[in-house]
């Protein structure tokens, strides 16, 4: 079985500040790993895959397979990133289907 | 840049009805899906659908649940007989492909609401 937990619903800090947003998952092959976030009234949209080592936004996430830890972060918040953000998980042997955390609802505090 | 497009965006329906949920892809992708999301609770994956036929289902997706292509383009979600805990909001997605780390777009959602 896969699983996603994203420990804190709720995230806020002060515009400037670095961020963290936890995601932590369970999955015994080889997952592949997504940062998903979805701004106020709008669609969910891919912010970050773990296998193209990307930085979107500023944000970037690193797989740690170790402490099973897929965690979002950036230097500096801006308070345009206040949204919610999802991490997901989508595993080899189970085929196409995403496995979402319970979500982050980060606000960036001016 | 190309969306995934749901109508409508939001439906009330009252308990036993049917109800149809409409997506048009992306045109150049290949795989198809629905998730949904009661209020308060997190994504979960409906189904997916490839080359005209369900390719994976969860244990949500059971028999009052149909997803169909009926003209190459739409991609909808019926329920034939809605109860009050289907009311969730429906996400569509599509993807051009299944691994290598493709990421899904997905649709605004339809609001579907079962009094």
């Known amino acids: 079985a896969q699983r996603v937990t994203q420990p804190e619903k709720l995230l806020s800090v002060f515009k400037g500040a670095p961020v963290e947003l936890k995601c932590n998952y369970s999955y015994s092959g080889s997952p592949e790993l997504f940062w998903y976030v979805q701004y106020s009234r709008q669609r969910l949209q891919l912010l970050l895959r773990h296998i193209s080592r990307e930085s979107i936004k500023g944000f970037t996430a690193d797989l740690n397979k170790g402490e099973t830890s897929f965690h979002l972060k950036k230097p500096f918040a801006q308070e345009e990133d206040s949204a919610m953000y999802y991490c997901?998980?989508?595993?080899?042997?189970?085929?196409?289907?995403?496995?979402f955390g319970e979500g982050t609802q980060l606000t960036v505090n001016p | 840049e190309p969306e995934v497009t749901q109508t409508p965006s939001h439906q009330v329906t009252q308990m036993g009805q049917e109800v149809i949920l409409r997506c048009v892809p992306i045109?150049?992708?290949?795989?198809f899906y629905w998730y949904r999301q009661i209020l308060g609770q997190k994504v979960e994956f409906l189904v997916s659908f490839y080359n005209n036929e369900i390719s994976e289902k969860s244990e949500i997706f059971d028999d009052q649940f149909s997803v169909e292509r009926p003209d190459g383009s739409n991609f909808t979600l019926k329920i034939r007989s809605t109860k009050l805990e289907d009311s969730a909001m429906y996400f569509c997605?599509?993807?051009?492909?299944?691994?290598?780390?493709?990421?899904?777009?997905f649709g605004s959602g339809t609001r579907l609401t079962v009094v």
């Open positions: 997605a599509s993807s051009v492909g299944q691994g290598g780390g493709y990421g899904y777009t």
């Open positions: 997901a998980l989508k595993g080899g042997t189970s085929g196409s289907r995403l496995t």
């Open positions: 045109s150049n992708h290949l795989y």
